[in-house]
């Protein structure tokens, strides 16, 4: 018999059958799993408050041909508290579904368990839940192995500015270079705020400013990286956040 035991986050959760759950989670040994909480629907399910979205615990999975079935767990956090603060709610959910929609089934993203329990940890504390997304974002991208190139022109290697980001290519063109038609204009100041981010995480995260535009800009670079592989904009967090235009 195969067993799983590690500390998980659960993504999303969807019914299943009479009073299952399809629990998909980011476990810190094995990655992205899909485990079957049997019962869990039922009131009286010792899983029931277990596996809630934004939810950290400890299990003990067994193994089957297609999901894994929980066996036993325990509550070590809760993150449903961000659910008074609307903003930090949804950009919490946003993390949990880029993870779900980016991450492939059973591969161990040990790295990338630590970056989503950083940024829930921080987006209950920091007074700015934007800056923790693209915080978020860039290491996220970085440790699917998309981190965007900041340094000088892809096309003649010059390092000076104005640049445009170019998402196809991941990474920078120059005013003298032909445009790509997939570039938009990414200001100095947006840079070096993105190279502080993958530099430094979420370590000095409380130091770093960010204008309306940067903000904007980071968050384009982002997007436009991720859209590039996954269909992320179908995401509902992200439309949503995108109708709310947070600060
Ligand atoms: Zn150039």
Redesign the pocket.
């Known amino acids: 018999m195969k067993e799983l035991r590690s500390q998980a986050i659960v993504l999303r959760t969807m019914p299943l059958g009479e009073a299952d759950k399809l629990v998909t989670m980011l476990t810190r040994e094995a990655g992205k799993v899909k485990a079957v909480a049997r019962g869990s629907r039922k009131t009286k399910s010792k899983f029931s408050a277990l596996v809630e979205p934004l939810t950290l615990g400890s299990f003990l999975l067994h193994a089957g041909k297609t999901f894994y079935t929980f066996i036993q767990g325990e509550l070590l956090k809760s993150y449903t508290g961000l659910q008074h603060d609307l903003e930090r709610f949804v950009h919490a959910q946003y993390f949990c579904e880029i993870c779900d929609r980016c991450l492939p089934e059973g591969e161990p993203a040990e790295a990338v368990f630590h970056l989503l329990l950083t940024a829930l940890e921080t987006l209950e504390v920091d007074p700015h839940p934007a800056r923790v997304a693209r915080c978020f974002e860039l290491n996220l991208l970085e440790e699917l192995g998309l981190k965007p190139a900041l340094d000088a022109?892809r096309?003649?290697?010059?390092s000076g500015g104005p640049f445009r980001f170019d998402p196809l290519e991941g990474g920078l063109?120059?005013a003298?270079?032909p445009r790509p038609a997939s570039s938009f204009p990414v200001s100095a100041a947006s840079l070096a705020v993105m190279k502080r981010l993958l530099a430094y995480g979420f370590q000095k995260l409380s130091v770093c400013l960010l204008s309306p535009q940067s903000q904007s800009e980071i968050h384009q670079v982002c997007l436009g990286l991720f859209q590039h592989i996954f269909d992320v904009r179908s995401l509902r967090s992200l439309q949503f956040l995108k109708a709310g235009k947070p600060s």
Do not use: L
């Not at 096309?155 to 010059?158: A, E, F, N, R, S």
């Open positions: 022109c096309i003649c290697g010059k063109v120059c003298e270079c």
